[in-house]
């Protein structure tokens, strides 16, 4: 199974704040790369896919980056919207795991 | 508007078996492979099942292969995960969801419904 590690796990930020979250997958999963967000009680939200595409209706304070093992995404200029926790996602072989989750606080 | 309405989950007890369902609507569901993906009360997410458009291929964690079983009826617009054997570590939100793309089964999920709890306990 390919393992993906989050990081960090949570992050405390202010409003304006550049947030920054890594996701690195155990083996070469070229660009089959999600983010999604979840906010307390609510299902995920996809944000970005494919790496670096953003979703229909998502702001572009939220993009993303990279390849093959090593990802990033990022909040430009954090907004109190924006509270929830984050999570990557491969699916680029069955079973499409998910990254621990990084609970992002203000 | 995109709906997708999971149901069917309850408190069981270990060893027993229950069906969750997932009913959509507006989507070609007969075009779309569907994904189950559950989460542990305060925990994160963790991919569980995935079925193609035409029910001829289907996937499993590892966690839960062999004891559950993921169906569909095109005709009802519904989507099922058997659960047999429940284990305590079983107990979660289960969320259907619905990849961005059709036919595909490997693809970002981009909509999702509220989910269903199970509950497993003696």
């Known amino acids: 199974d390919i393992q993906m590690t989050q990081s960090p796990s949570s992050l405390s930020a202010s409003v304006g704040d550049r947030v920054t979250i890594t996701c690195q997958a155990s083996?070469?999963?070229?660009?089959?790369l999600n983010w999604y967000q979840q906010k307390p009680g609510k299902a995920p939200k996809l944000l970005i896919y494919?790496?670096?595409n953003l979703e229909t209706g998502v702001p572009s304070r939220f993009s993303g980056s990279g390849s093959g093992t090593d990802f990033t995404f990022t909040i430009s200029r954090l907004q109190p919207e924006d509270i929830a926790t984050y999570y990557c996602?491969?699916?680029?072989?069955?079973?499409?795991?998910f990254g621990q989750g990084t609970k992002l606080e203000i | 508007e995109v709906q997708l309405v999971e149901s069917g989950g309850a408190l069981v007890q270990p060893g027993r078996s229950l069906r969750l369902s997932c009913t959509v609507s507006?989507?070609?569901?007969?075009?779309?492979?569907m994904h189950w993906v559950r989460q542990a009360p305060g925990k994160g997410l963790e991919w569980v099942s995935a079925?193609?458009?035409?029910?001829?291929?289907?996937g499993y964690a590892d966690s839960v292969k062999g004891r559950f079983t993921i169906s569909r009826d095109n005709a009802k617009k519904s989507l099922y995960l058997q659960m047999n054997s429940l284990r305590v570590e079983d107990t979660a939100f289960y969320f259907c969801?619905?990849?961005?793309?059709?036919?595909?089964?490997?693809?970002?999920?981009?909509?999702w419904g509220l989910g269903t709890l199970v509950a497993v306990s003696s």
């Open positions: 079925i193609n458009w035409n029910s001829g291929a289907t």
């Open positions: 996602q491969q699916y680029d072989d069955v079973p499409y795991t």
């Open positions: 494919d790496a670096s």
């Open positions: 969801a619905k990849p961005r793309s059709i036919i595909v089964v490997s693809a970002p999920l981009d909509s």
């Open positions: 083996q070469d999963i070229t660009n089959f």
């Open positions: 507006g989507f070609n569901f007969d075009e779309y492979a």
